[in-house]
C-alpha cells in the first residue's frame, strides 16, 4: 500500500484498522508473491549460481 503524504497515510491506516477483511486480501496477496520471489529453490539456485559463477535462466527482479 502506498501513501502520498502524512494525511494519506493517517487516513490509510485508519480505514485498513477497521477493515480486517481488506487487510486479509492485501496480506493474502503480499505472502502469495512473497513466495513467487523467494521461493526456497530459487535463493538456492541463486546462491549456487553466483558460488560457481554460473547462469541463471529464469531469473527473478532481485537476482543481479
Known amino acids: 500500500i502506498y501513501f502520498n503524504n502524512h494525511e494519506d497515510l493517517k ?6 484498522s477497521k477493515n480486517f477483511d481488506h487487510r486479509s486480501k492485501i ?3 503480499g505472502k502469495k508473491r512473497y513466495f513467487e520471489l523467494f521461493d526456497h529453490k530459487l535463493v ?4 549456487i549460481s553466483k558460488i560457481f559463477n554460473s547462469k ?3 531469473k527473478k527482479s532481485w537476482m543481479n
Open 11 to 16: 487516513e490509510k491506516i485508519l480505514f485498513y
Open 27 to 29: 496480506a493474502e496477496k
Open 44 to 47: 538456492t539456485r541463486f546462491m
Open 56 to 58: 541463471i535462466i529464469d
